[in-house]
Antibody
Framework: EVQLVASGGGLVQPGGSLRLSCAAS????????MHWVRQVPGKGLVWVSR????????SYADSVKGRFTISRDNAKNTLYLQMNSLRAEDAAVYYC??????????????????WGRGTLVTVSS | DIVMTQSPDSLAVSLGERATINCKSS????????????LAWYQQRPGQPPKLLID???TRESGVPDRFSGSGSGTDFTLTISSLQAEDVAVYFC?????????FGQGTRLEIK
């Protein structure tokens, strides 16, 4: 089955750190750009970060730049998001999502054809 | 960043009736070199992650019922559900991918009247 499963969320104090993981299965993970998108429960979607299929390029939303780091291990079919210096406004459900890019020519489209069930991050003292 | 604004914020429609959701972008998402609108629509059912319905403003994803259609160009777009079914209760989001800084609309909650 083609799926993404995010994990690693939890309760963390302001200023703390957390690492999210996203396990991919059922498709050739190493061929796709991947993204993290977050959502405060009951609110809208906010793009957070993306990483190229081979891990050589990354981008971040301004709100997380310098604090979050996206990475991947293609041998383990896993995407990561290292979140440092967490703030109350980072609290959200974090989704990993697959870019609907062209895997043959390795281009990205910046929209998402597969989403994992999210993992909830709570930032509170 | 491109701001995406959806209307209405919520909508109640009777079963079998038409539902229309609008999305407006703060600048055009039509790329002139290929004449494509860089606009997607997603459905998010309660407790679920979003699901891609439509890309390039009007192309339905495989498996999406044909009662869902997308239209519009430039800055103004519409998602139409021609005959509302109970399973269509969800929040619908538009998203622009014209800019590398991806942005979403705030969402439209669709309920049964």
């Amino acid at each position: 089955e083609v799926q993404l499963v995010a994990s690693g969320g939890g309760l963390v104090q302001p200023g703390g750190s957390l690492r999210l993981s996203c396990a991919a299965s059922g498709f050739t993970f190493s061929s796709y750009w991947m993204h993290w998108v977050r959502q405060v429960p009951g609110k809208g979607l906010v793009w957070v970060s993306r990483i190229k299929s081979d891990g050589s390029r990354t981008s971040y939303a301004d709100s997380v730049k310098g604090r979050f780091t996206i990475s991947r291990d293609n041998a383990k079919n896993t995407l990561y998001l290292q979140m440092n210096s967490l703030r109350a406004e980072d609290a959200a459900v974090y989704y990993c999502a697959r870019d609907k890019g062209d895997v043959v020519v390795q281009t990205a489209t910046w929209y998402f054809d597969l989403w994992g069930r999210g993992t909830l991050v709570t930032v509170s003292s | 960043d491109i701001v995406m604004t959806q209307s209405p914020d919520s909508l109640a429609v009777s079963l079998g009736e038409r539902a229309t959701i609008n999305c407006k972008s703060s600048q055009s998402v039509l790329y002139s070199s290929n004449n494509k609108n860089y606009l997607a629509w997603y459905q998010q059912r309660p407790g679920q992650p979003p699901k891609l319905l439509i890309d390039w403003a009007s192309t339905r994803e495989s498996g999406v019922p044909d009662r869902f259609s997308g239209s519009g160009s430039g800055t103004d777009f519409t998602l139409t559900i021609s005959s509302l079914q109970a399973e269509d209760v969800a929040v619908y989001f538009c998203q622009q991918y014209y800019s590398t800084m991806i942005t979403f609309g705030q969402g439209t909650r669709l309920e049964i009247k």
